[in-house]
């Protein structure tokens, strides 16, 4: 397979499956308004797509390993641009909820399948997998500033029906360069599936809904029962079973769970800035929605400027140190940014927008750093295991950040403190990074 059309896979379809996450958030109001949808319902177009994408991902990875890698990625992605098509076409609240939770599960399977594909990449795999985690960080920041603008100057359906050219286009890339795989040997784990889909789906409805309406309402206490009691189920299915869908034997591999150990920090930082910096650019500095989702283009470029320079990082000074410095100027860029004061403006804010921008390209090793502490064909289910701590590790983000943000007298005030919690979280998986990743 040649190196352009692999890179062009995996770097659009994490884009497309990442943007997703964020590009409706802005959109929201002019659903609600075209739609005469109920709040309650409308919260369910955001989080209907992430409980299902973070949910089934462990089980697409597995998927991917036991049916094959370009099979899974090219359904999966057959099965979010079909739903994206009628998302984008949607007269009711009712259908565009049932399509966003359908896109979920089919970016499931696309995002663990990416990853799987690059593990047989050879030396081209440190590329590949930074092309896929720039992708990603690229889609996070853009997706307010695409679906702003959408929404401002076309119908807010096209929001989704952007996503249906650009999953045919990986479909057709993915069958014409990547090689047909027989399928593995092997058997469904299906109680490991159910018990895996149920841990994360709820756990990830109690993270959106516990920081949303409250941890003490009745039914994020139920999901967080629910979740416990699955965690449990898929722990004593995954000890016992004689092929189970995730080794917990590839935790043994310093790197890998090094590398997963990182990423959850990244992910608790700086999803937690990507959220709330937008409502303190606004509120505090003054911003116009505009200019707010403005501010977070230099990061998205920069992640995709230096992102080619990073597999020559890794190669001069090892993927250890090149994450941990990595890591080091993004906590150096929320600190900035939690020094901001009203008055301030793009001079104050750059310094700290460029340096989270930099910092988080030079964290790409972590993904090759995962993928080859593992066996081949265990590549799905390890780039499920990546792909879940990312997500959720996000989510705590914002949970854990919304929690200080809240008990603080001011939003000012609580921006700076959770701002500079996250920057010592970062910090420590810079610290985890040099020991553990190699």
Do not use: K
């Amino acid at each position: 397979m040649s190196a352009r059309g692999l890179f062009a896979i995996v770097g659009l379809a994490g884009f497309v499956t990442t943007l997703d996450n964020t590009v409706v958030t802005v959109a929201l109001p002019t659903i609600r308004r075209e739609l005469g949808v109920r709040l309650a319902a409308l919260e369910w177009v955001a989080t209907g797509y992430v409980i299902t994408f973070a949910g089934l991902m462990l089980a697409g990875g597995r998927l991917a390993d036991v049916w094959g890698h370009r099979r899974v990625l090219a359904g999966g992605m057959a099965v979010f641009g079909a739903a994206s098509l009628v998302a984008g076409l949607a007269t009711s609240v009712q259908v565009l909820v049932a399509a966003r939770v359908v896109q979920g599960a089919g970016a499931a399977l696309v995002l663990p399948a990416t990853l799987a594909v690059l593990a047989g990449a050879g030396e081209r795999r440190p590329a590949g997998v930074a092309v896929w985690m720039a992708s990603g960080a690229a889609a996070l920041a853009l997706g307010p500033v695409v679906g702003g603008w959408l929404s401002q100057h076309a119908h807010w359906g096209w929001v989704f029906l952007l996503n249906v050219p650009l999953a045919a286009l990986v479909i057709g890339l993915a069958l014409v360069t990547l090689p047909p795989v027989a399928r593995a040997r092997a058997r469904l784990d299906v109680p490991g599936i159910v018990t895996s889909v149920v841990f994360l789906a709820s756990g990830t409805f109690v993270l959106i809904h516990g920081a949303e309406h409250g941890w003490a309402r009745p039914e994020v206490l139920l999901g967080a029962v629910v979740s416990l009691v699955a965690l449990l189920g898929f722990l004593s299915v995954e000890r016992r079973g004689a092929e189970p869908m995730a080794d917990l034997t590839l935790f043994r591999a310093r790197s890998f769970t090094g590398g997963v150990l990182a990423q959850v920090t990244w992910g608790l930082g700086a999803n937690g800035v990507f959220f709330y910096t937008a409502i303190f650019l606004q509120d505090v500095l003054g911003f116009t929605p505009a200019a707010s989702g403005a501010a977070f283009v230099p990061l998205a470029v920069l992640v995709v400027a230096v992102t080619p320079a990073v597999p020559y990082l890794e190669r001069r000074y090892g993927a250890g140190r090149t994450v941990a410095a990595g890591l080091v100027l993004v906590a150096g860029g929320m600190v900035v940014a939690a020094l901001l004061r009203p008055g301030d403006g793009w001079a104050e804010l750059l310094p700290a927008v460029c340096a989270i921008g930099v910092g988080s390209a030079l964290t790409t090793p972590l993904g090759s750093a995962v993928l080859g502490a593992v066996p081949e064909s265990r590549a799905g289910v390890a780039g499920g295991v990546f792909s879940v701590s990312r997500e959720v590790s996000g989510l705590f983000g914002i949970a854990g950040i919304g929690g200080i943000v809240h008990a603080a007298g001011t939003f000012a005030a609580g921006y700076t403190a959770g701002l500079l919690a996250a920057a010592v979280l970062v910090l420590s998986g810079a610290l985890v990074s040099v020991v553990s990743v190699s």
